[in-house]
């Protein structure tokens, strides 16, 4: 029992965090990019990610797998996300710029017998480079989750 709750008090503080960074940044306006990773989201294979970014932070949130079923009966239906929500320290905010982030993978359950559920958890930090340009932008560096191997990723995209 009192796994859970560490774990729930965890991800509960991450979330905060996360919260109250993008009130503080919610001020400036961010400027905005889409982008296809691989291994980004964290461990995802290829992803879809939506990043803001203001002069020394940027919030990244990503869709890596979508996954859908249906049983015999047609009211028997399940669609599953997973993803992730990191923040990036971003140490210039010239055209290239070194990162640290840190951040936690997420998941969306949704059946039509089951209801829906969402959870956040397996925390993760890591480090890269961004280049980002006038209407491109591009990022590459590795992440480790626990402090177990690194993870690769690298990333291309393109700017609002």
């Known amino acids: 029992m009192t796994g ?6 965890r991800t509960t503080t991450l979330v905060l965090s996360a919260c109250s960074a993008l009130y503080g ?7 905005l990019g889409l982008s296809l990773g691989y291994n ?6 290829y992803g879809l990610n939506l990043i803001a970014v203001w002069k020394s932070l940027a919030l990244e949130v990503g869709v890596g797998s979508a996954s859908a079923s249906s049983s015999q009966r047609k009211s028997d239906g399940n669609l599953t996300l997973s993803g992730d929500i990191d923040l990036k320290y971003l140490f210039q905010s010239a055209q290239w710029r070194p990162f640290v982030e840190g951040g936690f993978h997420t998941g969306l359950g949704a059946g039509s017998n089951s209801g829906i559920a969402i959870g956040a958890g397996n925390p993760f930090v890591g480090g890269g480079l961004m280049y980002w340009g006038s209407k491109l932008f591009g990022y590459a560096g590795a992440n480790t989750d626990a402090g177990k191997e690194l993870n690769p990723f690298i990333g291309i995209g393109f700017r609002f």
């Open 25 to 31: 940044m919610s001020a400036q306006a961010a400027d």
């Open 40 to 45: 980004n989201p964290a461990q995802a294979g």
């Open 4 to 9: 859970k709750i560490e774990k729930r008090l």
